[in-house]
């Protein structure tokens, strides 16, 4: 059993910042990428920025220099700098991560969600 939980989500005005964090929990053996979206209202979820265990980054155009994604493999964690925020951020955060569980097979698994709210 894995589980992800996210923090860091609220409610900052335009040009603040946020930092998400995601932790992983459970039977793991390791894991592989990392990742965070986004769904705003009436959208599709959407990819923000990705980190694989080598490091590698990837980001959604819309937040290329104002986004930093890192990780932690000893402490299991994501993290999502958020930087000169706009109103168009808005949404619900979720983290994702591919994790070999301890019984040698691969599963994707999503956090709860965390909102996220920029005020004009």
């Known amino acids: 059993q894995v589980q992800l939980v996210e923090s860091g989500g609220g409610l900052v005005q335009a040009g603040g910042s946020l930092r998400l964090s995601c932790a992983a929990y459970?039977?793991?053996?390791?894991?592989?990428?990392m990742g965070w979206y986004r769904q705003a209202p009436g959208k599709q979820r959407e990819l923000v920025a990705d980190?694989?265990?080598?490091?590698?980054?990837e980001y959604a155009d819309s937040v290329k220099g104002r986004f930093t994604i890192s990780r932690d493999n000893a402490k299991k964690m994501v993290y999502l700098q958020m930087g000169s925020l706009k109103p168009e951020d808005t949404a619900v955060y979720y983290c994702?991560?591919?994790?070999?569980?301890?019984?040698?097979?691969?599963?994707?698994?999503w956090g709860q969600g965390t909102q996220v709210t920029v005020s004009s």
């Open positions: 994702k991560m591919i994790i070999t569980t301890v019984g040698g097979l691969d599963y994707q698994y």
């Open positions: 459970g039977s793991i053996l390791s894991i592989n990428d």
């Open positions: 980190i694989t265990s080598g490091g590698s980054t």
